[in-house]
Each structure stands twice: as C-alpha cells, then as structure tokens.
C-alpha cells in the first residue's frame, strides 16, 4: 500500500509520484491514499483482515473531480 493521504488532492499527488493507477478514500479509518488495481483495504484484528467501505477511482482525474463524484455518490447513497 502506498503512502496515506488527508485528501484527495494529496492521494492524486501519491499516485502521480509512485506511478499507481487508482487513488481512495477509506471511509472506515477515514484516510485518502494511492493503490493499485484491487488492492484492499483495512485492518487486522485478532489476526483477522478486516476489509474497510472504500470509494476508489482511477488517478487520472483530476483532485475536482474526484471531490466532485465521491460528493455524488455519497448523496445518492446516503446509507452507505
């Protein structure tokens, strides 16, 4: 997993600068970052892996729009 971000701008820069196709927000533990194509999400607990809710989209877009489509997604979804 590459290096956790606090926003999307910061996750894009993550993964324009390792080279990683796909950028996230784990809305569990609520951190932004950089991954690549599905790499999962989440935590150990007691030895178990315990995958985070995470909206993930390609790094090609832009910071805007990638505020801009989890922003759309999370009023289309509100129980998500």
Aim: aromatic share 8%; charged share 30%; hydrophobic share 30%.
């Amino acid at each position: 997993m590459a290096g956790m971000a606090a926003s999307w701008r910061e996750a894009k820069e993550c993964a324009v600068r390792e080279g990683l196709p796909q950028v996230y927000h784990d809305c569990d533990s609520n951190v932004y970052g950089a991954c690549g194509t599905g790499e999962p999400q989440g935590s150990f607990k007691g030895g178990v892996f315990i995958e985070h809710r995470c909206i993930c989209m390609p790094s090609h877009l832009s910071a805007d729009e990638l505020e801009e489509k989890e922003k759309r997604f999370r009023s289309e979804n509100p129980d998500w």
